[in-house]
């Protein structure tokens, strides 16, 4: 389940730093992701709750990973407060 392999693409990196997110908490996410989601063939999405800002809130951060290379890439990041939006729920 957990990716160590990766690479963070241009557009990865430009959209982190315009959302405020660094590589260490991509890293966090990608070592030891709370879910792994199929999206489609070659394309996941490693997410995991967060607790940041100040006051501190909890945040989903969302890492949609192309798995069909080798390394792996990091397409982009973000995070939302919509947590039960996009956490699945195991059966």
Known sequence: MRQTDYVITEHALFEMKRRG???EMVHMV?????QRVDVRPGRVVMQTALHMDEP??????RVIVD????PAEVVTVYRTSRISKYWRQEP
């Open 30 to 34: 990608m070592s030891s992701p709370g």
């Open 67 to 70: 798995v069909d290379r080798k």
């Open 21 to 23: 997110l660094t590589e």
């Open 56 to 61: 501190e809130k909890t945040y989903l951060v």
